[in-house]
């Protein structure tokens, strides 16, 4: 199958062609184009995503990327065979962009459409780059998914695909927002993990070791769920009382107790549920301490359990996973007009 795939979630305008086949126990995708245009420098002098300048900036984007997604192929947009769009989460003026272009494509064009969870496909894309003899899907579940983003931190329990259930989630801030806030305490830009995370890795390089000045919020609850705005809170008052510390190490001290949460609740998760998989997904997911760290832990504590991870580059948002979501979701025999499709919120 050929799969279009949109994206407009947030703040990247996104749009992608993706050739699946394999059926749901041995899924391949071939990634024929997978365009993302970043609005990053639009809201990077607010400090966060300003929800009205997106659907301003996805409304410019959406045709030029479009178009460059089908650039170098040799077949149009009338040789899909199916159109996928995010319909949630996500910011409503943003999510009206992509979902209105796809339906606009799927009545002109006479195609099918489906809408995919933006946080679902965060962990789909963990099967994009997955090589072509791998053992069966179903072999791998009951799995964990930890999905943590900027809007979003959750552990999702799942016993096959198409049947998750959430079992922890965050209680304020997710842990993304938690790194963007910091970050805007230390003075770095926003998006606030990658200049966070790069510092931290100055830091370690040097030999530097973890002091734990800062609490890990609910690490020791029995739910699953999670809370930042108490370590955000933490950091701030810190740096009043130590005007002069070392920001690079503050923002060591900071990713590592965001890690270690992250990581302490996960694996108390998998030891619950008995799983067979761990799963990461969302754009912190690309963060090399948690990414690193999880693997290791998990390698001493549960070895024969599979750690699955995206690539860095699909651990971002991107409509290549949005596209693969749909492949899943159409093989189960699900059907969508373009009249069906709305946003949810």
């Not at 300003?50 to 170098?72: C, G, Q």
């Not at 359990?305 to 749909?326: C, E, V, W």
């Amino acid at each position: 199958m050929r799969i279009l795939g949109i994206e407009t979630s947030c703040d990247d305008t996104c749009a992608a062609v993706v050739e699946a086949s394999g059926g749901l126990a041995r899924p391949r995708f071939r990634i024929l184009s997978n365009i993302v245009s970043s609005q990053v420098k639009v809201h990077q002098k607010y400090g966060g995503v300003v929800p009205s300048l997106a659907a301003r900036e996805h409304t410019k984007n959406i045709v030029p990327v479009l178009k460059r997604a089908f650039n170098n192929l040799k077949f149009k947009v009338q040789d899909i065979d199916l159109i996928a769009v995010t319909t949630h989460p996500g910011l409503l003026p943003a999510l009206l962009i992509g979902i209105h272009s796809a339906r606009t494509l799927a009545w002109y064009f006479k195609k099918p459409i489906l809408g995919i969870d933006h946080l679902e496909a965060h962990l789909v894309a963990n099967f994009l780059t997955q090589p072509s003899r791998q053992s069966p899907v179903a072999s791998r579940f009951p799995a964990i998914g930890l999905i943590v983003s900027g809007g979003h931190t959750q552990l999702v329990l799942m016993k096959k695909f198409g049947q998750a259930r959430i079992i922890g989630e965050t209680r304020d801030d997710a842990a993304g927002e938690a790194f963007d806030k910091v970050a805007k305490m230390l003075g770095l830009p926003f998006p606030g993990g990658p200049p966070i995370a790069a510092l931290a890795t100055k830091v370690l390089d040097t030999g530097y070791e973890v002091r734990r000045i800062f609490p890990r919020p609910m690490i020791d609850s029995k739910d699953f769920d999670f809370s930042f705005s108490g370590l955000k809170t933490s950091v701030l008052y810190f740096l009043r009382d130590n005007p002069r510390a070392d920001k690079a190490r503050v923002a060591t001290e900071f990713q590592q107790a965001v890690v270690d949460t992250l990581i302490a609740k996960t694996l108390r998760a998998a030891k619950k549920y008995r799983v067979k998989t761990v799963m990461l997904g969302g754009g912190v997911a690309a963060n090399l301490e948690l990414r690193r760290q999880l693997g290791e832990r998990l390698a001493r504590e549960s070895p024969t359990t599979i750690y699955q991870l995206p690539s860095m580059h699909f651990a971002l948002d991107n409509a290549a996973m949005i596209a693969a979501t749909a492949y899943f979701h159409w093989m189960r025999g699900e059907r969508k007009s373009w009249k069906q499709i709305r946003v949810r919120v």
